[in-house]
């Protein structure tokens, strides 16, 4: 059982966590089209770790024995003015993530759901990495600026991230 304000609020994430992978699958689908297959294979693999945030926030819920209404997905953009541009726009929602992390454990705390409160504490760690990964790669594009060898490089780095799905226990 877990209290209604704490349900809505961890059913409310599942949809945010959807979002994320649903707006990195965009931006994945826009870095294809100019041309940098590195960009979108980070993106995708972003993609899936989203999903698995979700599943994992999902799967909790059902732990606990309560069902879970799915919300409508909103639709993502579609378009960023450059590379910079849209992993700008990934931290800034990345930022807005942690912010509603910790509300979650504002709530988790407020009702004594100690439980839940541990359960969360993944995800402040999780934002902690996604935050730092986002600003590494704003720094870099900042520095090639303009350099056309240098997107070239980074894009290269940025096509060797492999995907790792959670393991079973920690979902
Ligand atoms: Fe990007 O960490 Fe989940 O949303």
Same mark, same amino acid.
């Given at each position: 059982?877990?209290?209604?304000?704490?349900k809505?609020?961890?059913?409310?994430?599942? #949809?945010?966590?959807?979002?994320?992978?649903?707006?990195?699958?965009?931006?994945?689908?826009?870095?294809?089209?100019?041309?940098?297959?590195?960009?979108?294979?980070?993106?995708?693999?972003?993609?899936?770790?989203?999903? @698995?945030?979700?599943?994992?926030?999902? #799967?909790y819920?059902?732990?606990?024995?309560?069902?879970?209404?799915l919300?409508?997905?909103?639709?993502?953009?579609?378009?960023?003015?450059?590379?910079? /541009?849209?992993?700008?726009?990934?931290?800034?929602?990345?930022? /807005?993530?942690?912010?509603?992390?910790n509300?979650?454990? @504002?709530?988790?705390?407020?009702?004594?759901?100690?439980?839940?409160?541990?359960?969360?504490?993944?995800?402040?760690d999780?934002?902690?990495?996604?935050?730092?990964?986002?600003?590494?790669?704003?720094?870099?594009?900042?520095?090639?600026?303009?350099?056309?060898?240098?997107?070239?490089?980074?894009?290269?780095?940025?096509?060797?991230?492999?995907?790792?799905?959670l393991?079973?226990?920690?979902?």
């Open positions: 059982m877990l209290d209604e304000k704490m809505e609020a961890l059913i409310d994430q599942i #949809n945010e966590e959807f979002y994320s992978a649903y707006l990195y699958l965009s931006m994945s689908a826009y870095f294809s089209k100019i041309g940098l297959k590195g960009f979108a294979n980070w993106m995708n693999v972003q993609y899936k770790e989203e999903v @698995d945030h979700g599943m994992k926030m999902f #799967n819920i059902i732990s606990r024995g309560e069902d879970v209404k919300q409508a997905i909103k639709e993502p953009p579609s378009e960023w003015n450059s590379p910079l /541009h849209a992993f700008e726009e990934t931290l800034k929602h990345e930022q /807005h993530i942690t912010e509603r992390i509300y979650l454990v @504002d709530i988790a705390e407020e009702v004594k759901d100690r439980a839940t409160y541990n359960f969360l504490q993944w995800f402040i999780e934002q902690v990495e996604e935050e730092e990964n986002d600003r590494e790669i704003i720094d870099k594009l900042k520095l090639i600026e303009g350099s056309k060898n240098g997107l070239f490089m980074l894009d290269k780095e940025l096509g060797a991230r492999v995907y790792t799905p393991v079973n226990e920690e979902k």
